[in-house]
């Protein structure tokens, strides 16, 4: 037993399993080291992100522009090119009308004929109107509707108001007279007419050629815009492989051979920075694991000779105790047999200061021998009578409390119990925790009173819980820890009998049947000792343990 845990800085020295190990960053070839730029992973999406998102807000801006101009040459050729053609030949349609009104008034003289004009008139007036809130009152087609309206105007001074104004009959007179006037006045409203139409025509036709340009160049733009997605998709997959999942793949290679139980490979790194940096972490982690395992080899090594060391040292202590049981025994029999045959035979030459020499030394072997017995029951918990057997405690308590009738008898004492259950235990372990505990509510009575000593018990899920108590002198909460320590003692010899193992024996019986053991500082008067018990074998708790497990995996699968 004097060897020692190995030291693990000592174990791992120079040439140590760090050293051993290392062949993931030294023996890893210098390309390796190399490989990847400087950038991480974050960086190159960030980058990647930030281009593209410029070049779609460039061509998104191309996109809105080629949209604006696109509404631009629409609103021109809708609202305002082809409705001024149209209200161009309205103004038309109402002049020819005027020019037909006066003409058939003129001819016939009858006022029926003048209704055309009227209406004619009326259309002038709204297409006009029309007109100039189209074209506004800048540009050509204002100035082609100005010179419209005077030669109508100029018309209509010269011959449509006079021809108009003539009563019944009389107009065909001056419709004669101003007839060749007439014509050529409204040959000018009609040249004025056909050069208005070709301008606006031509407006709209120029506005039908920019929408068709615009309509190209938003086509263009958009193929652009599906190519450039289409590209930085290609890009991204391409990238993500080359610069993300490759190397991860890689990584998780050399991971899982690691986990596989092959701590010696080392874990490359490649790709980007913090990938490489990932790798170089997990790397120094196998290390780390390599290093761990070593030193538990070594330790598990070392563990295993102490174990061998104390596996003799338990043997030799075995054998120590058999020698105790019966070769120490005999010679303190004889010690006291002898004294005692000395005290009869020279009773008479004996003063009483040798009388009671004697009497101690007698005393003295009588003690040794009980501390004997009581030593060797003690180490034999756990070793001898190692079986787990379904013991009855119901009439195991019958057999304790006669064993212990004479006591009981001479103290007056009073013992109870409630309804006892069969827990699964060594029997004659059980028999020595019972008899210990009731001796001692025995032993340690109260001189005012009676003793009253009552086992309680209840059921607890998966132990039963005990209580021995009684109306003693009680034990001090400062020592409920110190009365479970062997050889420990609250009080003289000459006070009360014992060596002081009875507690400890109770505490060492108690834990090898799975349960604890404590004093209740509540109780009062006297001492409550509460322990318990398993209500199963640690087998069969192992057994129901690993079913649940198997349970739950065949439920998760």
């Not at 051979?257 to 980007?272: Q, S």
């Not at 390599?290 to 003799?312: H, I």
């Not at 002198?473 to 009875?502: C, W």
Request: one cysteine or more.
């Amino acid at each position: 037993m004097s060897q020692e845990m190995p030291d693990r800085e000592s174990s791992q020295g120079a040439d140590g399993p760090g050293a051993v190990a290392d062949t993931g960053t030294a023996g890893r070839p210098p390309e390796d080291r190399r490989s990847g730029s400087s950038w991480t992973t974050r960086r190159t999406l960030n980058v990647s992100v930030l281009v593209t998102m410029v070049l779609l807000t460039l061509l998104g801006g191309c996109g809105i522009w080629v949209f604006v101009r696109s509404a631009e040459a629409t609103g021109r050729l809708v609202d305002r090119s082809s409705p001024a053609l149209v209200a161009a030949v309205k103004l038309e349609s109402a002049l020819v009308n005027q020019e037909t009104g006066i003409r058939g008034y003129g001819l016939t003289g009858q006022r029926e004929f003048l209704e055309p004009y009227h209406d004619g008139l009326a259309q002038e007036r709204a297409a006009a109107a029309r007109l100039r809130a189209l074209l506004g009152h800048d540009g050509q087609a204002a100035q082609d509707l100005a010179r419209v309206q005077d030669r109508a105007e100029a018309w209509q001074q010269q011959v449509a108001r006079p021809i108009a104004a003539a009563p019944s009959g009389a107009p065909v007179r001056l419709a004669a007279q101003r007839a060749q006037a007439g014509l050529h006045r409204f040959d000018a409203v009609r040249a004025e007419l056909a050069v208005q139409r070709g301008h606006l025509q031509e407006e709209r036709d120029r506005a039908r050629a920019d929408l068709r340009r615009v309509r190209v160049l938003q086509n263009w733009v958009s193929a652009a815009i599906a190519v450039l997605v289409l590209v930085m998709l290609g890009f991204a997959v391409v990238g993500l492989r080359r610069a993300v999942t490759t190397p991860l793949g890689a990584l998780s290679s050399d991971v899982r051979a690691v986990t596989r139980g092959d701590f010696r490979r080392p874990v490359h790194g490649t790709g980007p920075a913090d990938l490489r940096a990932l790798a170089s972490d997990i790397d120094g982690m196998r290390k780390r694991l390599v290093e761990e395992l070593e030193f538990s080899d070594a330790a598990r090594s070392q563990l295993d000779e102490q174990a061998t060391e104390l596996q003799r040292s338990n043997s030799e202590l075995e054998q120590f105790a058999y020698v105790a049981s019966h070769d120490l025994q005999e010679p303190l029999r004889k010690v006291a047999s002898f004294c005692q045959l000395l005290q009869r035979r020279n009773a008479d030459q004996l003063d009483d200061r040798a009388q009671q020499y004697i009497a101690f030394a007698v005393d003295g072997a009588n003690r040794m021998q009980a501390l004997i017995n009581d030593l060797l029951a003690f180490s034999r918990v756990g070793r001898v009578h190692a079986d787990h057997t379904p013991v009855d405690l119901q009439p195991l308590f019958g057999q304790v409390r006669e064993s212990l009738s004479i006591a009981v008898e001479e103290a007056s004492a009073t013992v109870t119990h409630d309804p006892l259950p069969t827990v699964p235990g060594d029997p004659t372990q059980l028999g020595m925790l019972l008899q210990n505990l009731l001796s001692n509510a025995v032993k340690f009575r109260s001189p005012d009173r009676p003793p009253a000593i009552h086992l309680s018990v209840r059921k607890e899920e998966g132990y039963w819980q005990f209580a021995v108590e009684d109306n003693g002198i009680g034990i001090d909460p400062a020592y409920s820890e110190k009365v479970f320590v062997i050889f420990q003692r609250l009080h003289t010899r000459e006070s009360y009998a014992g060596t002081g193992i009875g507690l400890a024996l109770c505490k060492k019986v108690v834990e090898y049947h799975g349960g604890t053991i404590a004093v209740d500082h509540d109780h009062s008067p006297g001492t409550r000792i509460t322990f318990t018990l398993a209500d199963r074998t640690p087998e069969a708790v192992a057994s129901e343990t690993s079913g649940r497990a198997a349970q739950r995996e065949a439920t998760a699968s």
